[in-house]
């Protein structure tokens, strides 16, 4: 169970993380009340800044995943989105299929992207 | 006498071994310290590496010599043969460091690395053994207990240190600190080991974004060895200084254990030590060759991070770096970054007990 940050990514680093969480909640390897390493060690061990790290732990906490507790860490408390409106989760998919469709894509093939992404989600964890 | 005469020669000869064999150890990834080109070291490298090796055989024997010299004919001087050791490890180093000069001007340094970190949250009781604590513990105790048991019986005055062929030679007044100063210092030293091993819990694991999962295992495996030889080293140490502690014993109990079996029991554990040293690093070059079978190349380097390595990559102060325990550079096992505040704790407890008894001797309670 591990993360991957990529420079040359456009997303900011701490949103990258983030992400790469996110992801390994979505895929059950996180699951509730999992602990996270203190932000320390994730830094060190990334090469990044304290801070970068924090604000991911902190806009993890805010979508309601996790919930940093003084002293005790950050541990896993939610694996569901906590916002159930339907506007506000199909917002971040119409971005993406917006940049398929601009970069000249056909439905199908579309589609074909959306079902093979979906498929390594689920099947990734065990 | 010359039993332990040839031990310590062994062991010296160990010391030389692992100096000699230190600038390599990582081949190209870490040469004395600074990652050079495959070309580079097998040509100028081997060069700088065998010269290296001449100025330290030259001096093993020099001293070696001269500490033989001064055996044969200073014969009431039976420790002055062991000062021979740090003063080699101190010209080594100096050694070592005039070499690493000459080698960091070959230094490459590798663009575009992609880390990756561990999500585990390791606890120190993943990496503690309960059966292996209690021993301990016994170790511990029952010498005091033998200890308070037979406290009235001693005499006034005791013996606290003993020369080579088992005769005291130094005395002190019977008090608390005199006869459980040995339980004392070794439950101070399982505090430092346990401190320590507290900190290698969140070592800095570098992890290169291929082979991710590979790695991963290697290193946690890495990890599993140094933490049991920590633990390995207590549990010798307890049992030697639980078998010491009970030497002053030895004038009142009748029949009882000699000063023969105590050095014994010195040198046994040593032994063993060592050869618990070499097999775990005989383990850990496993784990390095089979990440380089797996990865093609052993060690990751962190661009930002290799001139913040100082003295050959012996000595590592980065200030932008949050953690406190790092893998080392040269040689396996991890090390600390000196520039992290957290370092003050490690040394002041460190410094607890000399700077103590030093206190103690001065105020006269010795």
Redesign the interface.
Known sequence: ???????KDRRPIYQQVADE?KE?IARGE?SEGA????V????????VN?NTIATAYRELQREGFITVRHGA?AVVISTKVSNNEQDELRRPLRSALTQLVLAGLSSVEILEIVTQELRQLIQGGK | MSNLMIFWGLFDLFMLGILLYMPIMRKEEAFFGTKVSEETYSTVGRKIHTRYCIWLILSFIQIQVIGLIISFYRTDMPYARLVGLPIFVVAAMIFYVVFARQVKPFQVIEENQRFATSLKVRHLSDYTSIGLEILIGLTIIIPMLILIYYYPLLPDRIPVHWDWKGNPDRWAEKNFFSVFFLPVVMIYLQGLFWLIKYGMTQVKMMLPAEHTAEYLAAKEEGLRVTMSLMDQIRLLQSILFGGLSLNILSGILSGGFSIKWILGLVVVSDMFILLICAYNIYKMMKIEDRLKAIAGKTYVQRESDANQWYAGGLFYYNPDDPALFVEKMVGYGYTMNFANKQVYLYIGYGLLLPVGLALLGILGKL
């Not at chain 1, 169970?1 to 420079?7: A, H």
């Open positions: 169970m591990f993360i991957t940050i990529d420079e969480i390994l996180l602990p996270l390493p203190p320390r060690q994730v830094a060190a061990n990334l090469g304290l860490g």
